[in-house]
């Protein structure tokens, strides 16, 4: 049997997916940027896992409880799913070194830029992380890519200063144009 690696795009999910609103922690509040929903479809479509790789140390800070965020990861879900948009799996960081609430208020391996939720990817759906690529929109998203071996595709956006130290392989304006050049270069390995 052949034992063929699977290629993926990991996605950061606020500035990414839905609208940054900050430490979002209700349902209500999830916003789907545009373009989002057929972006998906066209990867999944060229045979691409979709997992979301999440910083959420809102959940170490005392903002929202870790059951808020399984209900907007849900509620996420199904909307994608209403929309035959199918996501393999989130991988979230739940921990912040300065937090106030135990157990999560430790430094950790996961938080991003450091590499456990992807390194966890790799070993549950066998990826290849030469043929895969990350799409962020903060540096420490570009800076996990380049960490972990991944292409980068940096999100232009106003809500966060970005160290220009951290250079990405592309710059795009959103995750539609992230996934066109992703299929076009997929299309000629
Ligand atoms: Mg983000
Ligand atoms: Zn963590």
């Known amino acids: 049997m052949e034992n063929k690696k699977n290629k993926c795009v990991f996605l950061d999910r606020d500035g990414v997916l839905n ?3 900050g430490y979002l922690k209700s349902t209500d509040q999830l916003i789907i ?15 691409f896992l979709l997992i979301i790789v999440t ?14 965020l399984k209900k907007v990861h849900n509620a996420l879900l199904a909307i994608f799913k209403k929309n035959n948009v199918y996501i393999d799996d989130i991988f979230y960081c739940p921990h912040h070194k300065d937090g106030t609430v135990k157990p999560y208020n430790i430094p950790c391996n996961c938080r991003k ?20 690529y990350l799409v962020g929109d903060k ?30 392989d592309y710059t795009v304006d959103n995750l539609a144009e992230a996934a066109e ?4 270069i997929s299309n000629n390995i």
């Not at 910083?55 to 808020?68: H, L, R, V």
């Not at 830029?113 to 895969?132: A, E, F, G, Q």
């Open 19 to 21: 609208k940054d609103i």
């Open 33 to 47: 940027l545009p373009g989002v929903i057929e972006a998906l479809k066209k990867l999944k479509e060229a045979e």
């Open 55 to 68: 910083n959420q140390s809102g959940i170490a800070k005392g903002f929202f409880y870790e059951d808020d």
């Open 113 to 132: 830029p450091d590499t456990k939720m992807i390194k966890d990817s790799v070993i549950k759906y066998n990826i290849d992380l030469r043929k895969s």
């Open 139 to 168: 540096d420490t998203d570009i800076q996990l890519a380049i960490n972990a071996g991944l292409k980068s595709f940096y999100v232009k956006n106003d809500m966060y200063e970005y160290d220009k130290n951290v250079v990405s």
């Open 181 to 184: 050049i992703i299929i076009e």
